[in-house]
């Protein structure tokens, strides 16, 4: 186990050097900063200073070796637009992000689990019907969209529930709701097809045919196994949360990392950009650690392979 | 050929996903013999008309209302199908070309490609799709040819995980070990013989794939990154028609109610297709 671990630790780290790699370059080709950080009007003088001030005129890959070492002591440095360290931008919008994300993949995960169980032991009736159809609209609805007509039915018609921007409770409720429809529908369509794959397993019938309670087989034999796809799916969703955060962010208001980003991109606040998808990636990685370990508890073949 | 369309036409979800998808690229071709109104041309007199549907054969009509400056929305949907589907086409055939071949030679010669390559798609991995996409999308610039590389550059780590894995097995076998021995060259055995071989999931994730592309180019569009104005996009119909919600709630609805259709009939078409021809593939995506 430790050793397993060790690979997936060096794994990770080598993970999140090749998105800064890839961040740090491709935010270079966004353009040059300058002229939009001065006044109109300003000399090429002026451009000039800046330059060195902000250390553009050295070479890219003195740029890249040094914005490596500083990105290690966390130092991303300082955001053109607003002028303090990057990280803290980021990092002060992150808990909206996270709690955000959280929600949908906590409430998305239970009710998907829920509805994909029901849909596997009550094969060939309506109530697997039902939930089968609601998990493929489900999973063809645009986020961005649903999250819209959610605002246009409870907060234009209804006036019941704020159409975005954070605060109380009652702002988690759309933006949440959109992102849970997401997340259960991927995860009741993967559990119904992966517990009657393994319904048709030898193991569990022989496990009927010892005598065993149907409760037992299910919980033990059945749902075990069935889960270790749906723990893969959690790590595959939870990237996609954290990526989709731009766009969710920017239907709900949301004050959140996706959003920052997008403004970021808009105002070619590199810094800033850097540290957000750097910081995004981190988690994403630490997220598919856990997994992978997790994945390591419910197959011990993993574990000693 | 005749029991695939067999299997399929007994099929109820794979038959209405394949029929949808068949009335859509018709649309799509067809939209400028319908006798639409232009979807760019805009007119004050008629601007957030509400959607008639009694009109929707009588000619001059807005059967799906217009937007806030007065343009068609039927007709701008249909014409965004033709980008959007052109633009997604192109990046699934780019995508699944290099992710394939890149799958066969790491598949193929094992060791040090291999363990590059996959590295490479880790460290992909590692960075949500989304990001990636707006990050490349905003450093190039958004246009239609960008569009097909950036979504190219998310799709092709798919293709080339599962058919790495499909080539680690078919190596082994022995019509390949008889090319190897009666002396056919590493390039014949990766096209003649492994290619073919692989081309069935190629297939499944590529119509998979078409869906996840069309979801992600709206989104981007969204943003305002997609194909820029005055070419009729859903994102954009979507991100414009947002900020009069209140007032005219047909300018959002329908671009997504396109937008969700398209995905679902793709989905229900790819769904079985996998079924169809490998229901193994199922827990490999």
């Known amino acids: 186990m430790t050793r397993y ?214 919980f033990w034999h059945i749902a075990r196994n069935a889960l270790i796809p749906v723990v893969t799916m959690i790590g595959i969703i939870a990237g996609e949360l954290l990526g989709g955060s731009v766009v969710i962010e920017t239907v709900f208001a949301w004050p959140g990392v996706g959003r920052v980003i997008v403004q970021a991109i808009q105002a070619q606040d590199f810094p800033v950009i850097q540290a957000g998808v750097a910081l995004v990636a981190g988690i994403f990685v630490v997220v598919n650690l856990l997994v992978d370990l997790l994945y390591g508890v419910l197959d011990p073949r993993i574990r000693r392979g | 050929m005749k029991s695939f369309f067999l299997a399929l036409l007994k099929s109820r979800a794979g038959l209405f996903g394949f029929l949808l998808v068949l009335v859509f690229i018709a649309g799509a071709i067809l939209a400028p013999y319908l006798g639409l109104p232009s979807p760019t041309r805009s007119s004050l007199t008629a601007r957030m008309v509400a959607p008639t549907w009694t009109s929707l054969f009588s000619p001059g009509a807005h059967p799906l209302g217009t937007d806030e400056l007065g343009r068609d929305i039927l007709s701008r949907i249909l014409y965004g199908s033709r980008t959007t589907l052109l633009i997604a086409a192109g990046a699934v055939v780019l995508g699944g070309v290099v992710g394939t071949l890149l799958g066969i030679v790491a598949g193929y010669y094992r060791g040090m490609v291999d363990r590059i390559l996959m590295r490479i798609v880790d460290i992909q991995l590692a960075l949500p799709l989304m990001l990636l996409a707006l990050l490349v999308v905003a450093a190039v610039g958004a246009s239609s040819q960008n569009l097909v590389v950036v979504l190219a550059l998310t799709s092709w780590l798919r293709y080339a995980r599962i058919i790495r894995g499909q080539v680690l097995a078919l190596r082994e076998r022995e019509f390949i070990l008889s090319a190897h021995a009666i002396g056919a060259g590493t390039w014949r055995i990766m096209i003649k013989h492994l290619l073919p071989n692989v081309m069935t999931p190629v297939l499944v994730i590529a119509t998979l794939e078409l869906a996840r592309i069309i979801i992600m180019d709206a989104a981007l569009s969204f943003l305002g990154l997609g194909v820029q104005p005055p070419s009729p996009s859903w994102g954009r119909m979507l991100a414009d028609g947002r900020v009069y919600i209140t007032t005219a709630w047909w300018i959002v609805t329908f671009p997504g109610l396109a937008i969700l259709l398209t995905v679902l009939s793709v989905n229900l078409l790819g769904d079985w297709l996998r079924d169809y021809f490998d229901p193994k593939l199922r827990t490999a995506r």
């Open chain 1, 5 to 218: 671990l060790l690979v997936k630790l060096l794994e990770a780290v080598v993970a999140i050097w090749g998105v800064v790699t890839i961040v740090f370059f491709v935010s270079r080709i966004l353009g040059d900063p300058t002229v939009l950080l001065l006044p109109v009007g300003a000399g090429p003088e002026e451009i000039a200073n800046l330059r060195t001030a902000l250390g553009l005129d050295e070479p890219l890959w003195q740029q890249y070796l040094y914005s490596l070492l500083a990105m290690v002591k966390g130092d991303f440095g300082i955001s053109f637009q607003h002028v303090r360290p990057a990280l803290d931008v980021v990092l002060e919008r992150m808990p909206a992000t996270a709690s955000l994300a959280g929600l949908a993949l906590i409430f998305g995960t239970l009710i998907g689990a829920i509805a994909g169980a029901i849909a596997a032991l009550m094969r060939g009736t309506v109530a697997e019907l039902v939930v089968m159809i609601a998990a493929l609209l489900g999973q063809a609805t645009p986020t961005f969209w649903l999250g819209i007509m959610l605002i246009l039915l409870f907060s234009v018609e209804l006036g019941l529930l704020p159409t975005g921007g954070a605060g109380g409770w009652e702002n988690y409720i759309l933006p949440g709701l959109t992102l849970s429809v997401f997340v259960s529908a991927s995860i009741a369509r993967l559990l119904r097809s992966s517990l009657l794959d393994i319904m048709r397993e030898d193991y569990v019938r022989t496990a009927r045919a010892k005598g065993l309670m149907p409760r037992t087989v299910f």
